[in-house]
């Protein structure tokens, strides 16, 4: 895990990717009232990726959480785990609710899935570019698996967040009460 200020020193030339998960976006969509949050920051110049996620109300205890990657048309379809397998590193596992916030050194070939280095190249640098280039087309999305739904039960695609909406690097440590309050209003615009 990189320290928090070498995350926030390589963020000048990252972009951010925010998504919103829920059980009608999953493959096959299902009726979950599970509701999560994330903001995945990426810079393949300085390695770091940075997630920051929150969920509630999953129907199953948490199992697993990673980003797949590259789906054959944007905001569609299924892919592969591109991050670490089985799970992030320190996600919350066998709770309903959580959060999490964790960086990565893309250029360790442990920050990724070994079928994901083997299809683009063997090497994390192939990784990086085909990682960026899925962020960028839309390919890319966030899910969380639980005992209730081990393929997956709540969902998200990545999608990069307008330059006005993404925090200054030193303000992404206030990024994990802000994905809650994410979570409070998603659930509420849900409801009404």
């Not at 250029?107 to 990784?127: E, H, K, R, V, Y």
Request: aromatic share 8%.
């Amino acid at each position: 895990m990189l320290c928090a200020a070498t995350a926030a020193a390589g963020t000048a030339s990252a972009a951010t990717y925010t998504t919103i998960l829920t059980g009608p976006k999953e493959a096959p969509p299902n009726t979950s009232t599970g509701i999560g949050a994330a903001a995945v920051q990426f810079d393949a110049g300085t390695h770091v990726l940075v997630v920051n996620a929150a969920f509630s109300a999953l129907l199953g205890d948490s199992t697993a959480a990673h980003i797949h990657c590259c789906t054959d048309a944007p905001g569609l379809g299924t892919a592969g785990v591109a991050t670490e397998t089985p799970t992030f590193g320190d996600f919350p596992l066998g709770v309903k609710t959580g959060a999490y916030s964790h960086s990565f050194d893309t250029s360790l070939a442990a920050s990724w899935n070994p079928a994901f280095l083997s299809a683009n190249g063997g090497t994390t640098a192939g990784a990086e570019a085909a990682f960026l280039a899925g962020l960028n087309a839309g390919e890319a999305y966030l899910n969380i698996h639980s005992t209730s739904y081990p393929a997956g039960e709540i969902r998200g695609f990545l999608a990069l967040a307008p330059v006005s909406a993404v925090p200054e690097p030193g303000s992404f440590a206030v990024l994990g009460i802000g994905l809650p309050a994410m979570l409070l209003l998603a659930r509420r615009r849900r409801k009404g």
